[in-house]
């Protein structure tokens, strides 16, 4: 695999992050790709960055390979999506190394329960499962994962 660089988002790139989401969130067989789906993730990156978002982008040679979104003063990892045609090749592994070194300490995430793939991976990653409960605005189960660094 090409060397993939991960760095901030350009805002001139969010239209392509919104894609990548989608693209992503599609290959869950969770929901369709759809006109609305991807203007609302359109709408949605540029008010999350506003409201703290780190974001992240894995660049393949001018291309976006995944997405990375991470809250750094709630310890939270938002969001890690990865366009399928990059899924497979640890380029999440990757995201998540990048994701450690800025959250050192703990970090925490949600994750869908239909997303078995997702969160299955997240448990092989070291994350321990700390609930589960609907969250009102997805109105969707959530589980909600934890990592500590060792002692």
Known sequence: MPE??????????YDQVARVWMDSWVSTGLEDASDALLEKLRARVPMEVEKGWSLYVADDNGKLAAMLALHVPDCYLDQLFVAPEYQGNSLGRQLLAFTRQHLPDEIWLRCVRENEKAWRWYEREG??????QVEPAMGRMMKYYRWRKSA
Not at 127 to 132: G, H
């Open 4 to 13: 993939i660089i991960i760095r901030p988002a350009r805002s001139d790139e």
């Open 127 to 132: 994350f321990a499962l700390e609930k589960e």
